[in-house]
């Protein structure tokens, strides 16, 4: 190094250090007393967690409940004093699709009842189907031929090839502060993928023999599918699901039923032993309306200057269908209406708007999210920029459960960790003190971050969140109320920073 | 101490330790290597698992599946070349209960499947009832007259007053040494009982209250009753039963439902908001037989001297009625069988006579084996001793789930610490080696213990035999074969060494 590069190196870190970003970050400390005074003491999330998820309902994208929802939300919104709180259509999502009615059972060798949800946008049965089971064992193309002209009516199943073990460790647990360390580290290059080629040839047979059968089974209209699913104890995971889509003929009826009642259907038929089912599926297919809809509303921005640029924070209204949705995401709504509702009981007036979303459609692909992008933000196949691109300073998700915050993911933004340690400073003691320079993926800030807006989501305690989600089991009583009123209070401090800052927040440079 | 004291005291030892016991608990190596070799190597416990469970289903006391489980069992028996086999009538049990069909669902304020159970012997429902729920808030005997000649064919429920917390310990584990050296433990007075006398006084006055609901309920024609029970992620634990009497009328239809989803109904009840539910239950009355059997069967002693008497192992075949039983015993059943084939299947012609038998009608309070040992060995009451009472050497049980053997409990018997301590020498790389002068209850040695013939149950690692047992979601997939495997070999080596031995296995006083 040479002197004068040495000396622009000491008057860089001289001007980012003392100038350019901590004397910026001073955070107002009597307003983060106000806001944790507010969210603790006054905590909205019990009730709010209930209205979500007892009285609302599973709220699948395109259902009822979802519609349901989104007025009731809206509704809250204008009860609290909000601004242009809106219902807002962002494009086509597809059919709605709401349960009627669901029952199964055994009959032969003897009765029993099973646990099973009919798989998402799945036809109903013809009134009561009665029939002995057929396993169908399909490996190559030739298979079919062995089944051919025999299925009508017949419920049919494939294998199970599930093997349950004891659970010798926790399903709930707290990130450990060696793990929150682990969680700063970067890899460069030695990420191997997980796939040979060898492996992905092979899934995407598997996968091609899938979508044979699933067309199979619809031209020998069979009565009804059984699948067995991931999870134990009773606990169904909702799999792929079936077409929403308009153009496409909807797939048989099909029941995902737990682990323990399709093995024993399996190893029933496996030794040759017939197996009766009885079952009947009601469903109703919603054609009224094909689109798909976020719910927004405001805290306007009163500066001059900065109030046509906004902060926002979201999480996603819809969930799958056989539980409740509650971590997976009523907990991520309730925090985030209780983030926005501490800050206007407070009687914040915000320099810059701050504009809570609640996206429709997240579990089919992120549909709100990326609708509201592609609508007011940017187009991120063209990188056309639209009249929100430059005004969106950050935009703040939740969608990891309801464990408490204990630190954030900040997409490779490195400008941004000096912002958020200062931060977070005042909610140490919370246990949120983590700012990793990691990527993490799968939910609706990703569409942000897509456009080169600084979109992010927070590392949230993984309690119940790996066994419940995306569940039946997926309901009021997973939800920690302590842990979402934390988080409440960091998000409404966050909001409120990023609402206050002189600068907008620092960007990765996109084009 | 003085002289002579000490002489005979150092006889004393020399004799019980080199002549008395040690000797005589020489144990056959050759044997215990064959039993070993023969139980891991050619293991039935799989298949068993898979009839007892899977193709015999629920084995409710009285069920027409116990009933097919005797015959199977039996028939099993035979098939091994075992002697004396029988369907042994031990006196009366009540009233055989099966569910012929079972549906749940809450219909307002939108469609949601419940998981739910018909309780042991209450009635069906009449057709399908649809009704708005009810929810009874009794405290006092004057809270009824609130709802008297309101109920006539509703849906009623009480209460939910269940905290579900999230499982920060795992669910399966095994023993560690530490534990179990603590579990040799044995602590004189200091025992307070858990209640005090103003506790009792309430669970009377509750009690009281609750058969006064029972009663008034049944007067009011209520159409279906829901209680929420223990258990979290959908699994449903039983409570108590309705009546198996034929001197009592059945109580109404009743419903237990996972605890969620009576959460949710109490919690929308609480808040004013109707929810309505339709469901059907039917079952069926078995009044053909009210008498209760346990299988037996032997394989002969073929000792001139010792051919009378006899050595025990069993377990009880019957179980709850959601699952199929499988920690809670069809795990104990298929261990005590395949232990009994290893030994016939070696072509062991033992001393005494080895007698298995699978007990009926345990869960309402060891009906069969309090009903054997009234009939054989002794009545508890009157102490009247019968013709087995001084046959009987040991008795063997197994009914702490399908978790291994790590050692025994011997209630009291301070005799046997030196004898079975040398018995378990070979297992202990197999994990067993506690001998506990302790005592266990709750299953069906204590029926033998209680009249002074030696009964014992092991000590077994608690795999899911907390989570899954009396639940729906105790299944197949809850038995670990490996374990079993283990504890079929230890009493296999048990059996062998009891039937072998010069002497009875000596006994605490009775009478």
New interface residues.
């Given amino acids: 190094m040479n002197g004068l590069n040495r000396f622009i190196a000491i008057w860089l870190v001289f001007f980012l250090g003392a100038g350019g970003v901590f004397a910026q970050e001073k955070v107002d400390l009597e307003m983060m007393h106000r806001i944790k005074s507010e969210g603790i003491g006054n905590s909205q999330i019990e009730e709010l967690s ?1 209205y979500l ?6 709220r699948l994208s395109g259902s ?2 979802l519609r349901n929802a989104r007025e009731w939300t809206a509704q809250k919104f204008k009860d609290w004093g909000l601004s242009n709180v809106k219902i807002d259509e962002y494009g086509e999502f597809g059919r709605g699709w ?6 199964i ?1 055994m009959k032969a ?5 099973v ?1 099973g ?1 009919p798989k998402a946008w799945t036809n109903g049965t013809n009134g009561l189907v009665k029939s002995e089971v057929v396993l169908l064992e399909i490996n190559s193309d030739t298979d079919f031929e062995k089944y051919r002209g025999t299925l009508k009516g017949k419920v049919v199943t494939t294998a199970s090839n599930l093997q ?1 073990s ?8 707290r990130w450990t502060d060696e793990e929150l360390e682990a969680r700063k580290e970067i890899t460069i290059g030695g990420r191997t993928g997980r796939y040979t080629p060898e492996m992905l040839a092979q899934l995407r047979a598997q996968r091609e023999l899938d979508q044979k059968l699933t067309k199979f089974l619809l031209e020998e209209e069979v009565g009804l599918r059984l699948t067995g699913t991931r999870g ?4 169904v995971f909702h799999t792929r699901a079936g077409s929403f889509s308009k153009d496409k003929l909807p797939t048989v009826p099909e029941l995902e039923i737990a ?2 009642h399709h ?2 259907i399996y ?2 038929l496996k ?1 040759g ?1 017939p197996v009766e089912i009885e079952a009947e599926v009601e469903v109703e297919w919603l054609d009224d309306d094909y689109k798909g809809y976020n719910v927004l509303a405001e805290i306007p921005g009163t500066d001059r200057n900065l109030g046509t640029e906004i902060v926002m924070l979201g999480a996603h209204l819809d969930s799958w269908h ?1 539980g ?1 949705g509650g971590n997976d995401n009523a907990a991520g709504v309730a925090v985030m209406m209780e983030a926005i509702r501490i800050l206007k009981d407070l009687g914040f007036q915000p320099k810059r708007t701050i504009r809570i979303a609640l996206w429709g459609e997240e579990e089919q692909g992120l549909y709100g999210s990326r609708g509201y992008v592609q609508k007011y933000v940017a187009d991120r196949n063209t990188k056309e920029k639209k009249a929100e691109w430059n005004k969106i300073s950050a935009y703040y998700n939740l969608d990891n459960g309801s464990g408490k915050i204990r630190g954030i993911y900040l997409e490779g933004n490195d400008m941004l960790v000096p912002v958020f340690e200062e931060w977070f400073k005042p909610f140490h003691e919370m246990g949120a003190n983590t700012v990793t320079r990691r990527n993490t993926g799968s939910t609706d800030h990703v569409a942000f971050d897509a456009v080169g807006v600084p979109g992010f989501q927070f590392i949230q305690d993984p ?2 969140y790996g ?2 989600y995306h569940t ?2 997926d ?4 939800m ?1 109320f302590a842990d979402m009123t934390q988080a409440a209070v960091i998000i409404a401090a966050m909001v409120y920073n990023t609402a206050q800052r002189a600068e907008r927040l620092p960007r990765k440079p996109w084009n």
Same sequence: chains 1, 2.
């Fill in positions: 209930f998820t007892d009285f609302l309902g599973p009822t409940n709401d349960v009627k009615k669901s029952y059972a060798p003897y009765y029993a009842q646990i949800y349950l004891p659970a010798f460790e926790a399903e709930a647990r134990n104890f009773g606990t682990a323990e093995g024993r190893r029933l030794k032993i056989a409740t309690i119940d066994r419940g039946n089991m309901v009021y009583e997973r920690q």
